[in-house]
Nanobody, 122 residues
Framework: QVQLVESGGGLVQPGGSLRLSCAAS????????VAWYRQAPGKQRELVAH???????NYADSVKGRFTISRDNAKNTVYLQMNSLKPEDTAVYYC????????????????WGQGAQVTVSS
């Protein structure tokens, strides 16, 4: 019943901005750590940004100063604000979260969003 639904992807010109959203739905007890990954064609999946339950963040060196991860616990949603986008940011972006469903409080399950295509091109 628990799902992560991503939105906000699209086509943007270099230097532009996009905001990705990842909304958790279903019977949720708590959301713990959340991360954004991306995978470009022919390349390995890489960690882009991470935020802990307490709000601590870390970023890949390639996006530091340009991307910001945040969360709205009341909405069960995590965001990735992407500014000063570059062509090399083109990839499918996936959110990933450790979630305790309402029916299981001992150990969290790991969930993935469906992916959002981000294309940066002139």
């Amino acid at each position: 019943q628990v799902q992560l639904v991503e939105s906000g992807g699209g086509l943007v010109q270099p230097g532009g901005s996009l905001r990705l959203s990842c909304a958790a739905s279903g019977s949720i007890f708590s959301i713990n750590d959340v991360a954004w990954y991306r995978q470009a064609p022919g390349k390995q999946r890489e960690l882009v940004a991470h935020i802990t339950n307490g709000g601590s963040t870390n970023y890949a060196d390639s996006v530091k100063g340009r991307f910001t991860i945040s969360r709205d616990n009341a909405k069960n949603t995590v965001y990735l604000q992407m500014n000063s986008l570059k062509p090399e940011d083109t990839a499918v972006y996936y959110c990933n979260a450790d979630i305790n469903p309402s029916w299981q409080h001992l150990a969290p399950y790991n969930y993935w969003g469906q992916g959002a295509q981000v294309t940066v091109s002139s």
